[in-house]
């Protein structure tokens, strides 16, 4: 996993090929408890960075997934709502979302690398 | 001592605690528990859509389901039983003299559509319980059809967009304080208001600072809890009532803690341009395993106008039911007929039986039983703010840090010590959050009971019993039960096919 | 105080270890003019004795319905509650007990909540149903905002032969949340035509079987319509007694059934409160308002329940909740799943039968009535008649006869001069043959006088 890359609202994107992952982080899984649903876009959805895309639920959150990157979803990850734990068991592999085409490799930019995320998360209560 | 696990038994139950299996694994064909006469035989005019499959009920007589229901009673925890903490959900004791007066023939039995003439008598009780409500908060209307508290701060927050579009004025955000309970910001949404929190300064108020900075021309106005979910008393109420309205907003209160203040202070004297009360906590009338409520709403002369249909008046031939809106302002129909006539019964005769001078005792002790917990726990448990409190006392997990003990955790002990636990996380704005409300009908050897028990919990969390409290409860009828498997795999009905009542995977 | 149990000698003990003088003194953050100096201007405390006479009296000022000769419908419907039901009910362990959100000591409320939701299931023929809402008519305007959010549209068609007041309550919401109605006018025959007025915006349409007039019809044809158009077919009940007879809504594809549970368990009680039913298909589940009772099992492999799906609700949502609604009608719906379970397969099905005969013959007597005309072709236990002149006027002659003839339709249609003259009569189990009798007899002398 090179350049993974973070948002405020904990969600990871890694990109090849003008393509992103995105899922969210180890330390949103660990907030939300065991993960019982997860609701995922359509492919063809057109994304727009910083809204509500995704929802993952668990027995006592429910949260949204908002688009690190605007763009369009070309693929998600079929498995993942039959096997919800995944998310909590492998949240930066098997534990995946999207996909997403970039429309604008810029946004990457705004977004936090590994330390900067990792003291965000410390600075948190 | 070696704690030795319970016997076991042939039938897996234990003493009076018994297993009792679904009504649909007691079904026998052709059985019955009522004895209905055999219908006469003829044509029958139902269109050709008489019913072509069984429908699958089970047959029990009713031997059997008295026995099933008996059964079910004896695993759950009621008020009648002991004391029932839970915060802002004001567990009073339910006096059986309002069941019996609910029951009265001409009352109970009322068809809500029967003529006006004959029904003048459930009328003016109507009228009569809306004046003590009237009375009792300082303002001069209320509307009575809602069905619950979350209803009623519907018909509020209505009230207040009726209002603002009679005007001409759209204002779209609506203040909802941090501690606000999770009903406010939903009712918000559901009105098709935007939700701006506000936070919650160091005292568990609401920062007043930051509140006044949110206020604008698009502000439709505030909805505010008091005394507040921290059950503190908003010191800054009449302030924030006066900055709102000067911004051209409303106040709306949210009445879910009335028990603290009924008989003392009048919300009308505040400024709040409306308020709904739940008659199923401030005024006794039975939770009933979670419902059904009612949440009458008093209203200022301002909103008034817009009060949802139907409502009683009075005039020079009795009692009348504005059932229509005949080119009024009233922003439209609530619920299906009148109102919760029965709760409205249940709350009279509570209110009949307390008077002017025991609604004021009850306020004042529940004040006075929650301080008393608070001081008598303080020193164990860490209290959120500084006192004194109003009707309940807030805690956090302060105390159990680094104990491997969760507010969680202590409050499924607290079963095995046969109490009902207090309210967890909530309020949101402190962390693991214990609230209790013990209210006015709690003993002071109940409450005793209880804070020693407590202390003898917190002692034993501090002292490194953590792994018998992750056990627990381990007395109750069932042990902590999976809510993940039961919210990833859905089994919301029995099947017919499934001893377990599982479908098929 | 009877019910205060805090005597002064232990208010002054606790007063001593809180460290304050008086309770007054703990009300200190009340601003000062705020503070009330005595109590408000309102009667002081009564004994029970006291408490009984005053609403004794206003009872007595009431025709109670059980009382009189009784064939009132329109959306309540009276019933015989066998004896045990209401013993049941206030047990203290379910009349006291709260919403029971810590299963491991509310397992009797979660089993009996377990139950009710599948016996709505097999009643109404669908896949899933909650744990019941306020009452059918708010069942019915969650049914259509939650249609809204599963297609994605906003325009309800709502039959004119609804109940005015599910309508009503529909179109309040529908001005808040601005998704809009186009409904319907009503139709006594129950001919009304709604498989034309479905497009690409239709969310839902809204039936009511038997429908405000006592009409039965089969809605299967208009439910393919709907479904082809990418619609769902939103069917209301507001006698569920009728389940036992008719077909039921899923038989004839409804997607989501809303229904008023207070016939079956639950007293007349002036309008409240009731009970009301809600069901759909399980792959909705996730938009359906209302609680959830789910089965799963406990730290020993004991089965056991639980509320879930809670992640819906408000108390974790908030602003992005299914809906804003905090409770059910628990004791309600208890009261309604102990009848059903009394009278279970074989009660059910004769208890239905019977309101039907009952009707049946009825309806005969009083289309015989010179100038008297029942206007349904179908019905369940309930129909529509026309009378020669004003139908609130023969109501209220008859009701000075102490005989309670029926609701004039003109009382929830007040703009329909066209239907003054129509009059909803309903008859159950309740009305002996010399209610019946007197029935026919005042009406032939009121309409004629």
Sequence with gaps: ?125 | MVDQPPPQTFTGNRGLVIEEPLIFEQDMAGRTGVDLPEPAKGKDRLGGLRRKTAIGLPGLAEPQVVRHYTRLSQKNYAIDMGIYPLGSCTMKHNPRLNEKMARLPGLGDLHPLQPISTVQGALELIDRLAHWLKTLTGMPAVAMSPGAGAHGELCGVMAIRAALDHRGEKRHRILVPESAHGTNPATAAACGFEVEPIPADHRGRVDFAAMQAKLGPDVAGIMITNPNTCGLFENDFARIAEAVHKAGGFVYGDGANFNAIVGRVRPGDLGVDCMHINLHKTFSTPHGGGGPGSGPVVLSAALAPFAPIPYVVHGAEGFRLVEHDDGGASFGRLKGFHGQMGMFIRALAYMLSHGADGLRQASGDAVLNANYLMASLADEITPAFDGPCMHEALFDDRFLKDTGVTTLDFAKAMIDEGFHPMTMYFPLVVHGALLMEPTETESKDSLDQFIGALRDLARRAKSGEAAAFHEAPRLAPRRRLDETTAARRPVLRWHPNNAQGRAAE | MRYLPLTEVERRAMLARIGAPSIESLYRDVPEFARLPEPVDLPPHQGELGVEREIGALAAKNMGSAAVPSFLGAGAYRHHVPAAVDHLIQRGEFLTSYTPYQPEITQGTLQYLFEFQTQICLITGMEVANASMYDGATATAEAVMMANRVTRRKRAVLSGNLHPHYREVTATHARFLDFHLELGAPDPAGAEDLISRINADTSCVVVQNPDFFGNLRDWRALGEACHKAGALLVVVVTEPVSLGLVEPPGAMGADIVTAEGQPIGNALSFGGPYVGLFATREKYVRQMPGRLVGETSDADGKRGWVLTLSTREQHIRREKATSNICTNSGLCALAFTIHLTLLGEAGFTRLAELNHRAAVGLAERLDAIPGCRIVNASFFNEFTVALPKPAADVVEAMARRRILAGVPVSRLHPDRPELANHLLVAVTECASEADQDALVAGLKETVHG
């Design chain 1, 1 to 125: 996993m090179s350049g993974l890359k973070y948002t405020k609202e904990h969600e990871w994107i890694s990109v090849e090929g003008g393509v992103g992952t995105v899922g969210i982080t180890p330390f949103a899984q660990e907030q939300l408890g065991d993960v019982v649903f997860v609701e995922l876009p359509e492919v063809g959805r057109k994304a727009e960075q910083g809204k509500e895309i995704a929802v993952v639920e668990s027995v006592k959150a429910a949260s949204e997934i908002y688009a690190p990157v605007s763009g369009e979803v070309v693929e998600v990850n079929k498995g993942l709502p039959d096997t919800p734990a995944t998310v909590n068991s492998d949240p930066l592999g098997n534990g995946w979302f999207f996909k997403i085409r970039l429309a604008d490799a810029g946004q990457l930019a705004k977004l936090m690398d590994e330390a900067t995320y990792k003291s965000f998360c410390e600075g948190l209560h």
